[in-house]
Every structure is written in structure tokens, then in C-alpha cells.
């Protein structure tokens, strides 16, 4: 809902955008010309009257911005967008300017954007081709998607800005972007376009930031510390998104645990460079603001002409980070292609550690014949399969497979892959080339490439300059023509290189390069991502390097990790999962000792901890013993049998309170009918003693039969879903702290169902609550 509340004067004076379950966002006027942060959280609808409570006091050593109005300062006011270089000296969210022409006189600087108009349209605003939520104007409408737009414009050079908030119903969720318009006569450079900026309120205990950090191999490990003074800003110059952020970041109250406290988050669907930023004002106020990064950005804009930043996700929880999550997760599920929200996944075997560069077909076929035997669905060919690729420093962007490896083509090694009972998968890496390969050869300008300089080289390769129409063109039809030639039924779209000394032979200018680049791929992606609806696209950047919210439109799921170890792979999994569902990332079991990290585990762990994402496997089955084998199939078909459950389901991390590394999490099907609960341990606890779980999700009026191959006292054991939500499971851990899963299914309605809430015997009310 969106609704717009007159003043005293019948003039709009209030702003409130109000997905349903997701609270209120309200925007007011301020001194009838500034848009001023008023409520992000709980709903209610605010009496104009009350808007007076908005106050700016001018401040000490501070600055009024009308000479004539000294009673109020900008620095106090809490603002949507604001400005720099005037009143307000925290960070500002955009900075434009209107360059001196010819040599002479200074640029003048783009402020004082004042407020003009608004209009709510049905539908998300039009964002030039960034990434949004898909769907015709029907389907927005029946689900009730709208946009505000409050437009500002700066009456000197004449810029517009137009600030959009879109609500996202089946997320309780609002999208937030900014849109540019230079209505004035001369061009007007862009240096700085975030797109959303919000100033929370000061609060005596600071809030907490929950960020993530890593890098390849050590993706996503999550942070979370008190704000003190100043600012903290995360971002990417990577032109991939990177491996560090999805790119998100959440506030929370101190304390704000998994059920419990106020959280707020904030993630970009955006796949370059970016930026999000925390600021802590001198009188304790936040300002949270991102988009672009800026250092890396800039952008003309000549008379009459548009510009638009990436959307931004925003969500909120009164009830803890799990239902911060599961707005997440929400939103990341509508992000996906309609054909894959809530499609299961095959359970795939990719052949990258089992064979690595070195296989011929008959070795692939191998290990398909391996993996069919295990129960998997998919067999991945991974790289090395076309030009002379036997190692990473040749090939790229010469996409003919290599006769003396496949002689059959890829066509022919699919229909053998087939004849197996296995879809069939592929690995391409379209945006990159390989200095020795015959389109570099061919197209030396076609590589990013700082001119008059040697380009720089990352894992050997170079990154095609997508900017240019005619590069984009050729990459996407040999993308085309690949899959034309074996209609695979799964894509590995990898990406191995961060931009560095990154020019186009374009002569475009440097600041716009990046961004074109990537609107470039996003084109590329949407046309063929459509084209091939029931192709199942795995974005993959070195692992999780461009694991975000931007690629999800293309991508339903993501590679998290080359790195496989299970003890790294909870933690990863746990902070991608603040953001991400298990639905979106794929988890595989590979071989120990790992290959990253040279640490031996138990192959139950490496699995149950698989099946904390789309499960798989990496591994040569052929290397497996007969027990191993064993394992490995009957995890597999216990992980099919729960499909639904395990891709489907909702997340619920729950607290493993003992520390040092434990882990716990839970799939609950929609309206808890059927759970599993996980639990790991990363580091072993000689003499450890029993652990409890207390679950969420469950239906409290219930009872569950629970059952478990690693705890035999679970075995037939029947629990009410007050009880197991109330006190919990209680366990001892296998001696050598191996993971266990509990399933829950709910009982057969019997009289002797005991304690059952809201039956005689138990005493309870419908909600579950004894009396
Ligand atoms: C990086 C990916 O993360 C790996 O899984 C694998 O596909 C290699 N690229 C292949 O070069």
C-alpha cells in the first residue's frame, strides 16, 4: 500500500509506503521543500499533526542553508536524499556538477534539490534495463506492486531526481532506486548516484553492524560488531561483485538474536562495483546509503537526457534476523525466473576435483556411469572441453570443443551423458579470453585494456569488453550456438577475473565504462536466459564472486564456494543464508582430504553439511570404496526423497548454543508440516556434553514423530510442536562430534497423541500456550 496524507494546506505532506507484513516507510516534507526520514518500522499512519515532531534545531558551529529561515539545519534533519557541499556535512548520496565550458570558470555544483511533485504508478519504475523482479504489468498488478516517486529538482542547473520506493508484497519488502533527469541546457556530470540514502534515529546503545568478508576459497564470513563514530563502508572495485558481500549489510538492535530485536537490512541487485555505507552522525543518528561505487563511476548527462541507478532491497524484522531472512529469502525467490521459484534442483556431479582438466570422453563418461549409480540426475561437464584448454592459460573465448577430447562434439557426449538416465550440463565462462586463443588473436582490441599499455593478466585471462556492441554481439551468439549445439539442461556461467587496468579501445569514458559493461552482460543474460527457460543457470565467479541480488533474475542459484570443507562451509553457508535461501546456492560433497584446504573429514559430515544447499557432488565416484559408495547413495536418495522439504522449505537457523563452531539449522515445509533439523560441530569438543535445539516453525497444535540415523533414541519418538518449539530436542552428540539430522513428520491424529496443545489433556489454547 501506498498512501500520500495532505497537510493542513490540502498539500501532500506525508509519504507511507507499506508492503503488506513489512511495516511502514514514511517520507514527509519538510518546510515544503525537503524530503525528511520520518519512520522505517512498525506500521501506523501518522496524524499530519504529528509531523511537527519533526524538528531540525540549527545547530552550534552549523550552517542554515536559507539565510532567511535560520530556525532549522540540515545536519539535523533526517533526510531521504541528501546533498552535499550545503548544511548537512555527513556523507551525501549523490554529487553532480555542471562541468566549466571550454577552460575557463569553476563547474557549478548540483544542490539544493528541492521538492516538486510525486506520482504513484502500478508496477516497478523504469530502470534502463537493471535488474528487477520480472513480471507483465498484469502480474505486478495482481500482486499488488506500485511505486512512489517523489521528484526534487535543483532550480540552478535544473537536475531532476526522482526517488522511487516499490513495494514488494510477497516479500514485506520495499525496493528503493533513483532515477536522473537533466531538464537544464548544459550536460551535467554525475559523480556520485547512490541509490538510497536513510538516516535511522539516534538510539543510547549503538547499533550493530552484521556484515560478511572473504575472498576466494573463504567466501562470506560474517562480522558483526557495534557502530562507533565515523563511517564504514563496503564495497567492491572488482567489477564483479566479489567474494566478500552479497552486496549486503544488516543493523540490529545490541542483542537482536535469531527470534528476537529489531534488525534492518539493506542489499544491492547490483553485480559491479559498489558501495554501502554506515555513517554514525555526531549526535548518534545513522545514515545507511549505497549504489555505485562512486570512485569507480561517472556519468554525463547531456541536456534532456536519463539516468538510473541499480534498486536496492530493503528489509526490516521487529522479531529477530530469522524473519529478516525470510523476507530475504522471499525477495530472492521472486527475484529468480519464474520457471525456477519453486522448482526442485537435480541432484548434479560436476566434474571439476574429480577430473580437473585431464579426461577424454570415455574418462567422462566414467565418471557419469559413477555418478548414476550413486542416484545423481545431472552429470556437469566442467572446463577444459573446447579449444586445446589443458590448464587455465589457454582457450578462453574459443568455444569449439576439442576433437581429441570429445570426438563426438558436445552433442555427442550429451546424448551418451543421456542415454545414462542423466540431464546434462555445461560450463562456459562467456565474458572472459584467454591472451593464446584465436579470438584474441583475431580481436586484440576486444579485451579490456588501458590504452598505449600492456594488459593486465588474472589467472591468465582477460575480461572481454562487453561495452562494445559488437563484442557483446559475438559473445552472445557463440553462447547461443553452444547451446543450440547440445541443449544442455544446466549452465555453469563462470567468470574468473576481477577488472584491472580495465579501458575500452572505444575511447568510451572511463567512468561510464563499468556500468555499460555490466548493463551490457545484463542484456546478453536476460535475452538468453529467456530464450532458454527450462535451463537451469548457475552463476558462478571463482565460487561465490558474483553472488548476488542482481544476478538472481538470471541465475536462481549461485556456486557458493570452491571451497568444500565442510567446517568452512558452515560458516559460509550461515552468513549467505542472512540473505540467501538454500534454494540459491549449491553445496557439494567432494573428496578428503579437501583439495583447498587439506583437512580430512568424515564423509557423513561432508554430506549432511551439502545438503545444506542444493546438494551435489564433486568428486570422482570411482575413487569412492564400496562403504563410501554405500554413504553416498543412501545419502542421496534420503536428500530426494526430501526434496521438497530441503529446497522448498523454509530456513530456520537455529541456536546451537554450545559455541565453538556448532551449527544448527532447519528446513521446515510451508506450515510445518515436515521438518529436518541438522546440527554439526567444526571443531570437536573432547568430554562434550549434550546439546539442545529449540525449533521454530512447527505447528504448536501438532505432534511429530521424529526419526534419525545417528541418534537411535529419536527413533518413533513422538513430540508436540509446543514442545519441540517450547524446550526443544535434547541429545549427546556422536562420540566424535559427527552431524546428525532429525526428521520430523507430523503424527497420525490419534487419541494418544500425548500432551497435544489444545487437546484436554494438554490444557493449551490454539496457539500452543499451556494455560
Ligand atoms: C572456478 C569455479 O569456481 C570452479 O568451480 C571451476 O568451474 C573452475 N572455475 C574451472 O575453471
Not at 543518528?285 to 538510473?308: C, I, K, N
Not at 557426449?413 to 593464446?436: C, N, Q, T, Y
Not at 553462447?479 to 587496468?501: E, G, T
Request: net charge negative.
Amino acid at each position: 500500500m501506498i498512501d500520500v496524507i495532505p497537510g493542513p494546506d490540502g498539500r501532500p505532506r506525508v509519504w507511507l509506503v507499506a508492503p503488506p507484513g513489512g511495516g511502514a516507510y514514511v517520507v514527509a516534507l519538510f518546510r515544503g521543500k525537503y524530503l525528511a526520514h520520518y519512520h522505517w518500522g512498525g506500521f501506523f499512519e501518522p496524524s499530519p499533526g504529528a509531523l511537527d515532531a519533526l524538528e531540525a534545531p540549527p545547530q552550534g558551529f552549523g550552517a542554515a542553508e536559507d539565510a532567511a529561515d535560520k530556525s532549522y539545519s540540515l545536519q539535523r534533519l533526517p533526510q531521504e536524499y541528501p546533498w552535499g557541499r550545503g548544511g548537512d556535512f555527513r556523507s551525501p548520496a549523490f554529487a553532480a556538477d555542471v562541468p566549466p565550458r571550454g577552460t575557463g570558470g569553476p563547474g557549478r555544483p548540483v544542490l539544493d534539490l528541492v521538492y516538486r511533485a510525486y506520482r504513484v504508478h502500478p508496477g516497478f519504475p523504469d530502470l534502463g534495463g537493471l535488474p528487477l523482479p520480472a513480471g507483465g504489468p498484469e502480474e505486478l498488478g495482481r500482486e499488488g506492486v506500485e511505486t512512489l516517486e517523489l521528484e526534487l529538482e535543483d532550480p540552478v542547473t535544473g537536475l531532476a531526481v526522482f526517488l522511487c520506493y516499490s513495494t514488494l508484497p510477497s516479500a514485506g519488502a520495499i525496493l528503493r532506486a533513483t532515477r536522473f533527469l537533466n531538464r537544464g541546457a548544459a550536460p551535467v556530470a554525475l559523480r556520485r548516484a547512490f541509490s538510497f540514502s536513510l538516516d535511522l534515529p539516534p538510539r543510547e546503545t549503538p547499533l550493530e553492524l552484521l556484515a560478511t568478508d572473504g575472498g576466494w576459497a573463504r567466501e562470506r564470513s560474517l562480522e558483526r560488531r557495534p557502530l562507533g563514530c565515523g563511517r564504514i563502508e563496503l564495497g567492491s572495485r572488482r567489477g564483479v561483485s566479489g567474494h566478500a558481500s552479497s552486496p549486503a549489510l544488516i543493523l540490529a538492535e545490541p542483542g537482536a538474536d535469531e527470534e528476537g530485536g529489531r534488525a534492518w537490512g539493506f542489499a544491492l541487485l547490483y553485480s559491479g562495483d559498489w558501495s554501502l555505507g554506515v555513517e554514525r552522525s555526531d549526535e548518534g543518528g545513522y545514515r545507511v546509503q549505497g549504489g555505485l561505487h562512486p570512485e569507480l563511476f561517472s556519468w554525463t548527462l547531456d541536456p534532456g537526457a536519463s539516468f538510473a541507478t541499480p534498486a536496492a532491497l530493503l528489509c526490516r524484522s521487529d522479531e529477530g534476523l530469522g524473519v529478516l531472512s525470510a523476507r530475504f529469502h522471499a525477495a530472492a525467490r521472486r527475484l529468480m525466473p519464474a520457471a525456477w521459484r519453486r522448482r526442485e534442483r537435480p541432484v548434479l556431479l560436476n566434474s571439476w576435483e574429480a577430473a580437473y582438466f585431464d579426461y577424454d570422453e570415455s574418462r567422462l563418461l566414467e565418471i557419469a556411469r559413477g555418478a548414476a549409480g550413486l542416484g545423481a540426475e545431472l552429470f556437469v561437464l566442467d572446463d577444459g572441453w573446447f579449444g586445446k584448454r589443458d590448464d587455465d592459460r589457454s582457450s578462453l573465448g574459443d568455444w569449439e570443443p576439442n576433437p581429441a577430447k570429445l570426438p563426438g562434439g558436445l552433442a555427442g557426449l550429451a546424448e551418451k551423458v543421456r542415454a545414462l538416465g542423466l540431464g546434462f550440463g555445461l560450463w562456459l565462462e562467456p565474458e572472459a579470453l584467454s591472451p593464446d586463443s584465436g579470438l584474441y588473436r583475431a580481436h586484440p582490441d576486444w579485451a579490456l585494456a588501458l590504452e598505449d599499455r600492456p594488459p593486465a593478466e588474472g589467472r591468465n585471462q582477460l575480461v572481454l569488453d562487453l561495452s562494445r556492441p559488437e563484442v557483446a554481439a559475438a559473445v552472445e551468439s557463440r553462447v547461443r550456438a553452444v547451446l543450440a549445439s547440445c541443449r544442455p539442461d544446466y549452465v555453469k556461467w563462470d567468470m574468473n577475473r576481477p577488472f584491472s587496468r580495465a579501458g575500452s579501445a572505444s575511447g568510451r569514458p572511463d567512468g561510464e565504462l563499468r556500468h555499460r559493461w555490466l548493463l551490457a552482460l545484463y542484456g546478453i543474460l536476460g535475452r538468453i536466459t529467456s530464450d532458454f527457460p527450462d535451463v537451469l543457470f548457475e552463476g558462478c565467479a571463482g565460487g561465490g564472486g558474483r553472488a548476488d541480488f542482481g544476478m538472481l533474475p538470471f541465475f536462481p542459484q549461485f556456486w557458493a564456494s570452491d571451497n568444500t570443507d565442510p567446517c568452512w562451509r558452515l560458516g559460509i553457508q550461515r552468513a549467505t543464508s542472512l540473505f540467501l535461501p538454500p534454494l540459491a546456492f549449491g553445496a557439494h560433497v567432494s573428496a578428503s582430504p579437501n583439495h583447498q584446504t587439506g583437512r580430512t573429514t568424515g564423509l557423513r559430515a561432508r554430506c549432511l553439511v551439502a545438503m545444506g544447499g542444493v546438494f551435489g557432488l564433486e568428486l570422482d565416484p570411482a575413487a569412492l570404496s564400496a562403504a563410501e559408495r554405500d554413504e553416498v547413495s543412501d545419502s542421496i536418495a534420503w536428500y530426494k526423497r526430501r526434496k521438497e522439504l530441503l529446497q522448498l522449505g523454509e530456513l530456520v537457523r537455529l541456536d546451537a548454543s554450545a559455541g565453538g563452531g556448532d551449527a544448527a539449522w532447519a528446513m521446515v515445509a510451508p506450515g510445518g508440516g515436515r521438518a529436518a533439523v541438522f546440527w554439526a560441530r567444526s571443531v570437536n569438543r573432547p568430554n562434550a556434553g549434550p546439546v539442545r535445539l529449540r525449533l521454530r516453525g512447527l505447528d504448536p497444535r501438532r505432534d511429530y514423530l521424529a526419526s534419525s540415523r545417528e541418534i537411535a533414541a529419536f527413533a518413533g519418538r513422538r513430540y508436540s510442536g509446543c514442545e519441540l518449539m517450547e524446550r526443544g530436542i535434547e541429545f549427546q552428540p556422536p562420540a566424535l562430534g559427527d552431524p546428525i539430522v532429525v526428521s520430523f513428520d507430523v503424527a497420525p491424529a490419534g487419541a494418544d497423541a500425548p500432551g497435544a496443545p489444545g487437546s484436554a489433556r494438554a490444557g493449551g489454547d490454539a496457539r500452543g500456550n499451556r494455560r
